[in-house]
């Protein structure tokens, strides 16, 4: 995904089909703490976990499905 950087987040610069929109920010820490925000889609998500390596495969595995279902699961929009 083409992405950007401000003050403090990371940028998406485009929609990721079935997760966040262009727009959203996230940010990562360095024990596998994710988490993003989405203001077009009105939602957020924080995964909290104590593992190193930073950027751990599973880990990342995990966050991708959980963003997944937090958008599969949002109410149809009106």
Known sequence: ???KWGLGFLINGEDVPG???AGSLAW???GNTWFWVDPRSGLAGL???QILPFADAAVLDLFAR???AVYSARAPEA
């Open 66 to 68: 959980f963003e997944t």
């Open 47 to 49: 995964l909290m976990t």
């Open 28 to 30: 990562a820490g360095l």
């Open 1 to 3: 995904m083409a992405c």
């Open 19 to 21: 997760r966040r929109t």
